[in-house]
Nanobody
Framework: QVQLVESWGGLVKPGDSLRLSCAASGFSFDYYKIGWFRQAPGKEREGVSCINNSDGETYYADSVKGRFTISRDIDKNTVYLQMSSMKPEDTGVYYC?????????WGQGTQVTVSS
C-alpha cells in the first residue's frame, strides 16, 4: 500500500524554524521526484520545493529560496523540508507529493501556521 505521511507541522512565530518530514512506503522511493506543495486558505496549491531522488537535484520556489532547504534520507525513505526565517505568508497546509512518469501520489497534508 502506497503511503506518504507528513509530520511535524505546527504553530510557529515569524522568524522561527520548523522541519517537516515526509515518510514514504509502498513504492520505489529511489526513482521518484519528491515535492512539497502548500495551500493557503482561499488560494490554489503551489509548489514549494522538490528533489529528484535519482540524482539529488533540487528546486525551490522564489518565495522560499534561501529560507527553505529540502533533503532526503534514502535509507529511511524520508524527505525533509527545513523551513527557516518563516513568514506569515508561509502559512498553509503542506503536502508531500511523489512523482515518477505517470505515477503520482499525495500525502494527507500537515498544517503550518506562522503567526505572532
Amino acid at each position: 500500500q502506497v503511503q506518504l505521511v507528513e509530520s511535524w507541522g505546527g504553530l510557529v512565530k515569524p522568524g522561527d524554524s520548523l522541519r517537516l518530514s515526509c515518510a514514504a512506503s509502498g513504492f520505489s522511493f529511489d526513482y521518484y521526484k519528491i515535492g512539497w506543495f502548500r495551500q493557503a486558505p482561499g488560494k490554489e496549491r503551489e509548489g514549494v520545493s522538490c528533489i529528484n531522488n535519482s540524482d539529488g537535484e533540487t528546486y525551490y520556489a522564489d518565495s522560499v529560496k534561501g529560507r527553505f532547504t529540502i533533503s532526503r534520507d534514502i535509507d529511511k525513505n524520508t524527505v525533509y523540508l527545513q523551513m527557516s526565517s518563516m513568514k506569515p505568508e508561509d502559512t498553509g497546509v503542506y503536502y508531500c507529493n511523489a512523482q515518477w512518469g505517470a505515477w503520482e501520489y499525495w500525502g494527507q497534508g500537515t498544517q503550518v501556521t506562522v503567526s505572532s
